[in-house]
């Protein structure tokens, strides 16, 4: 069993960054693939980054890739999303997961915190 909560969310100005954080409760933390998705208003959920378990690679959508980097601490058994050069449709509900793979697919992930929500404002 495995508890995500995340944090570091909030409003920031377009162009801005912030750094999410989800920690992990639970010794099998090192063993799962970890991703990043989120929410907006009225849309459905949506991948934004996925990482392996050893962190040896890593997978990002085409609309963050250059701008958030997710990168994993198996010793503090944290994950994080840097979130640069942010714009307004960024904006949206931010949910880590855990899963087996690290794929783009919610339904591969077996595990979900409660969000943490990011608002860029133009």
């Known amino acids: 069993q495995v508890q995500l909560v995340e944090s570091g969310g909030g409003l920031v100005q377009a162009g801005g960054s912030l750094r999410l954080s989800c920690a992990a409760s639970?010794?099998?933390?090192?063993?799962?693939?970890m991703g990043w998705f989120r929410q907006a208003p009225g849309r459905e959920r949506e991948f934004v980054a996925a990482?392996?378990?050893?962190?040896?690679?890593?997978y990002d959508a085409d609309s963050v890739k250059g701008r958030f980097t997710i990168s994993r601490d198996n010793a503090k058994n944290t994950v994080y999303l840097q979130m640069n050069s942010l714009k307004p449709e960024d904006t949206g509900v931010y949910y880590c997961?855990?899963?087996?793979?690290?794929?783009?697919?919610?339904?591969?992930?077996?595990?979900w915190g409660q969000g943490t929500q990011v608002t860029v404002s133009s």
């Open positions: 639970g010794r099998t933390f090192s063993r799962h693939a």
């Open positions: 997961a855990a899963g087996d793979l690290a794929t783009q697919k919610s339904d591969d992930y077996d595990y």
């Open positions: 990482v392996r378990w050893n962190g040896g690679r890593t």
